[in-house]
């Protein structure tokens, strides 16, 4: 199984969720297009769907656009805040992954670590 982690950034808020190419690596071949569809199942169950696109030219550089922003809304997620990406199926027609959100926890202005995000995904 393939895990990707990552601290959000203004613009994986505000714009689209840049991915790690060995994330993408895992996902079943684009078959010469530069988009395809995954879906990934949050802690609460809610299946989301997302637009996972590359760079027609030069490195590939996979990013997720349609969905994400709805689960970064539904989430309330911000700068700073973690994303967890698991491939389940890389062989599936369309790639299923789970996908957990995780808030900064601080103290004293400090990291002291991340929490789940557990609220009911109803977006």
Same mark, same amino acid.
């Given at each position: /199984?393939?895990? !990707?982690? @990552? ?13 790690? *190419? ?18 990934? /199942?949050? #802690? ?26 709805? !689960? ?11 994303? @967890? !990406? ?15 959100? #995780?808030? #900064? ?12 995000? *557990? ?5």
């Amino acid at each position: /199984m393939v895990e !990707f982690s @990552k601290l959000l950034t203004s613009t994986d808020i505000q714009k689209r969720l840049s991915l790690s *190419t060995k994330l993408f690596k895992s996902l079943p071949s684009f078959n010469g297009s530069h988009v395809q569809y995954l879906q990934a /199942m949050d #802690e609460s169950g809610f299946v989301w769907n997302f637009k996972c696109s590359t760079r027609k030219k030069g490195h590939p550089k996979p990013v997720l656009s349609k969905g994400w922003l709805a !689960f970064v809304r539904n989430k309330k997620l911000k700068v700073g805040d973690k994303i @967890k !990406f698991s491939v389940l199926d890389p062989t599936a027609a369309v790639p299923f992954c789970r996908v957990r959100a #995780e808030k #900064e926890v601080k103290i004293f202005r400090s990291i002291f670590g991340y929490s789940p995000i *557990t609220a009911p995904s109803i977006p």
